[in-house]
């Protein structure tokens, strides 16, 4: 009797803490316009690796993302890299596949609990997971160890999604010790916020949209009061991975003036690849130290875009947009009957706006009537 009272219990508070998890999410920031974080992510596997990239960099940028889990399973490279990095006065974050409580334990007594007053106003918080609603999309589980079961609508499919993030003991520590979760992603932005990230990292590359893709994820920011930012990605899957120098310094100035709060360039090494850097050459780091150059000058201003319009999705609508027979939530479910009109009204809408669309969903727990002069529903008759 005894133990299915208690069965009961943990039933009743799981699902409890479901509810709490799906309609408050996280803190709201205080979002400032005066910051701006600008750097490179590193992805090697040693501290020296770091140094010799922060070396390269620390002239023309403000921010370093340490996005090696070589690096975060050893404490002594991961306090090395970031003292080096604070050091030369750059901010930084730092990646976490997972907080580990048993493998490496350190990673909560040693070093997360110690973070901010070791590093101060330099830490600006964890790199938690990668990608979660793009794998979602792409796989059916944003986590391989975490599987969806008897879900049958997207309502379901958003719970499950946003829930199944918050409550990862990983999560929950960041929250519990105030530090701010970051992640990338190409889909699903609106659920990411939903799920505690309080910034998320739009990504240029594959030759994806730039416009719909900023749209989707500044406004998810801009209606949930969170921060956003961009990450120049990989272009091509084979050498040389990234765009040339003149496009890097185009996709720079156009996430800027869209609005980004953070902007990163990737970097991964390649094998077999002699350059120490990374994917990174010569042609890139000048693109970086012109971006830098204007952005600091008063002759060559980069004005910001302001925001016109939003485009308004139906409600838990999980698509991810990068095609028009991407998926909904699981790679088995459609597009479906509404995603030909919605294709086509947000395409003509990113032609007519442009950088000045946002896309966002309607949810009655926010408001932005009065955050846009132009709204238009996914099921308006757009011209």
């Known amino acids: 009797m005894k133990i299915k009272w208690l069965i009961l219990i943990i039933i009743l508070f799981t699902a409890t803490f479901s509810v709490i998890v799906y309609n408050h999410y996280s803190i709201e920031p205080e979002v400032s316009e005066e910051d701006f974080f600008f750097g490179v992510s590193f992805g090697g596997n040693t501290s ?14 403000n921010f370093f993302l340490i996005n090696s889990w070589d690096v975060t399973i050893n404490e002594t490279a991961l306090n090395e ?5 604070a050091k030369a006065d750059l901010d930084f974050m730092v990646f976490f596949d997972f907080i580990s409580h048993t493998g490496y334990p350190w990673h909560l007594t040693g ?100 416009p719909q893709q900023v ?24 050498p040389p991975y990234l765009e040339d120098g003149t496009q890097l310094l185009e996709d720079m100035k156009t996430a800027y ?35 830098w150059n204007m952005k600091q000058s008063p002759q060559t201003p980069l004005e910001k875009v302001e925001v016109e319009a939003a485009f308004v999705l139906p409600k838990d609508y999980g698509w991810g947009m990068l095609r028009p027979d991407d998926n909904i939530w699981f790679p088995e479910w459609g597009p479906d009957n509404k995603s030909a009109l919605i294709w086509e009204n947000m395409n003509t809408l990113i032609e007519k706006y442009g950088l000045k669309l946002d896309i966002i969903y309607d949810d009655p727990r926010f408001s932005f009537d009065e955050k846009y002069s132009n709204i238009y529903r996914w099921n308006d008759q757009i011209d």
């Open 215 to 238: 749209g989707l994820g500044r406004g998810a920011a801009n209606v949930q009061n969170k921060e956003w930012g961009a990450i120049i990605t990989w272009t091509f899957q084979q």
């Open 48 to 61: 020296n690796q770091a140094k010799l990239l922060i070396d390269r960099v620390k002239g023309y940028s």
């Open 111 to 210: 070093w997360l609990d110690t973070a901010k007053e070791r590093w101060e106003k330099h830490f600006l918080g964890v790199y938690l997971y990668d990608e979660p609603g793009g794998r979602q999309i792409a796989l059916g589980q944003w986590d391989e160890g975490i599987t969806p079961k008897n879900i049958s609508d997207y309502d379901e499919a958003a719970k499950f999604f946003v829930t199944s993030i918050f409550s990862t003991w990983s999560m929950r520590d960041l929250k519990n010790r105030g530090i701010p979760a970051f992640t990338s992603d190409f889909a699903l932005y609106w659920f990411d916020y939903l799920a505690g990230y309080d910034t998320v990292f739009v990504e240029f590359g594959w030759n994806h949209s730039i």
């Open 81 to 85: 890299v970031c003292d080096y990095a």
């Open 257 to 291: 003036q869209a609005g980004a709060k953070y902007l990163i360039v990737f970097n991964y090494p390649t094998y077999p690849h002699d350059n120490p850097y990374g994917i990174l050459e010569d042609e890139h780091f000048d693109a970086m130290e012109t971006f």
